[in-house]
C-alpha cells in the first residue's frame, strides 16, 4: 500500500525565500518540498487550523512471506 498521490501544483517564490528555505531544510536534514509542508503545517496549526495527520509511506523492505502465503 503506498501513500495516496500529492498535489503538485508551480509556485513562484522569490529566490532569497527559496534560498533561505532551502537552507532551513539542509539544516533539518529535509527536501525543500518536505521543508514547505513542514512550514505550512506549523502556520496552519498556529492559526487553529485543524489537518489530518498525514499519511506516511511504509519504509523498509516488505516483510518476508510465510510459507503457504504468495506474493
Known amino acids: 500500500m503506498s501513500a495516496p498521490p500529492k498535489k503538485a501544483f508551480p509556485l513562484r ?23 514547505f509542508e513542514c512550514l505550512l503545517r506549523e502556520a496552519l496549526a498556529r492559526r487553529g487550523v485543524k489537518l489530518e495527520a498525514p499519511v506516511r ?8 512471506a510465510t510459507e503457504g502465503e504468495q506474493e
Request: charged share 30%; hydrophobic share 50%; net charge positive.
Open 13 to 35: 517564490l522569490d529566490p532569497a525565500l527559496y534560498a533561505a528555505v532551502e537552507r532551513a531544510a539542509a539544516a533539518d536534514l529535509r527536501s525543500v518540498n518536505a521543508e
Open 57 to 64: 509511506a511504509k519504509r523498509g523492505r516488505p516483510a518476508k
